[in-house]
């Protein structure tokens, strides 16, 4: 079991914002969360490795756009596993489905206020667009029944919802899409209770902990750039630019940021997290390699929904073998969305190179 204390929160925090490759919720987000975790109670985070094979855990979110002006408040977090809890009975452990400022973090109040212990894992060791994505590969599984509970929005505006959603993986994650719009953009979330041996096998076991040692890494710098290098050899990455933001587009379509940026000659595209990194015609990145944004003066990780025209930003990358991921990446099927989204080819850059660093 790990000690959650204030330096935990801080270094889990800041490495989960460089984790997140541009989405997973900012940092404000995630301090003011786990702040208020730690004063509800004492959450705990306990390896996979401590739970019987089917004792049930289930995956905790948020849904929406990065950008939205209205998120769910932090009890909408905790009632959003009550109603699911009521729906398919005891849950031995929660596991966020990602990593980023907020995401990292998501599952700790929820911890503290239920007495239900956090795991340390993630449905992937980085951020991503889709619930898909964060199945764990239970996308493949066509006789998986998935149960969805959302809970956000607002009675003084008429957006107020809390919903329940059973049926296949596909439809049940459109749903709760469709009533993150209504709820202002952003909805908290409860889904997809899961037996402990299956994520042993195809979540990214160890994503906290991990997060923990980038964000430690981080802080050790003195500065803005000393911050940088550090986070850049915590994780194996390399600086590709710095540079000026340009070129900036932005439009929240279906509950998603999508857009584009441009930062000394380098294009990124994005759809809540970063998808391809490109000069001129060069592929250097293409998701689920991290591409990460942060703040060259003072090194703070950026979201792309944080980018600002004239910010100078370093841009660094993280090759996916770096990185901790889940059985959700290893499928190209949900990468043709991407495909579809930032108007980019995705597919053989990602699965034509594992079969190539193979041989």
């Avoid at 700790?108 to 993630?122: E, F, K, R, T």
């Avoid at 991503?128 to 003084?156: C, E, W, Y």
């Amino acid at each position: 079991m790990q000690q959650i204390t204030p330096q935990w929160v801080k270094a889990a925090i800041a490495g989960g914002a460089i984790l997140g490759g541009g989405g997973g919720g900012s940092v404000q987000d995630g301090q003011r969360f786990a702040e208020l975790a730690l004063e509800r109670g004492v959450p705990k985070v306990l390896e996979v490795s401590e739970y019987q094979d089917d004792t049930l855990i289930l995956i905790v979110s948020a849904v929406g756009a990065p950008t939205s002006k209205r998120f769910p408040s932090p009890t909408d977090y905790v009632k959003a596993v009550q109603l699911l809890r009521e729906r398919v009975g005891e849950i031995g452990g929660l596991m966020t489905n990602e990593l980023g400022g907020l995401a990292v973090v998501n599952g700790l109040l929820q911890s503290a206020a239920l007495g239900i212990p956090l795991i340390d894992a993630a449905c992937n060791g980085r951020a991503h667009p889709t619930a898909a994505m964060g199945s764990i590969g239970l996308s493949r599984k066509a006789s998986f029944v998935s149960h969805q509970v959302g809970v956000g929005g607002f009675n003084d505006d008429g957006s107020r919802v809390e919903i329940y959603a059973k049926g296949t993986l596909s439809a049940t994650s459109r749903v709760i899409r469709k009533a993150a719009e209504i709820a202002g953009g952003a909805i908290a979330v409860a889904r997809n209770p899961i037996p402990a041996s299956y994520v042993r096998e195809n979540a990214a076991v160890g994503a906290l902990s991990q997060a923990v040692r980038v964000g430690n890494a981080f802080l050790e710098g003195k500065s803005g750039l000393e911050r940088i290098k550090k986070a850049v050899s915590a994780v194996h990455g390399r600086v590709v630019t710095q540079g000026r933001v340009n070129d900036l587009e932005l439009a929240t379509e279906g509950g998603f940021d999508v857009g584009k940026v441009s930062i000394q000659g380098y294009t990124m595209t994005f759809w809540n997290e970063y998808m391809t990194l490109e000069k001129d015609i060069e592929r250097l990145a293409t998701f689920p390699d991290l591409i990460v944004t942060m703040v060259t003066q003072t090194g703070k990780p950026v979201s792309s929904a944080e980018l600002q025209e004239g910010q100078e930003i370093t841009v660094f990358v993280v090759p996916k073998e770096d990185l901790i991921l889940g059985a959700g990446m290893r499928d190209p099927e949900l990468f043709r969305d991407v495909e579809k989204v930032v108007r980019k080819e995705i597919v053989r850059y990602v699965f034509q190179r594992k079969t190539e660093n193979a041989r």
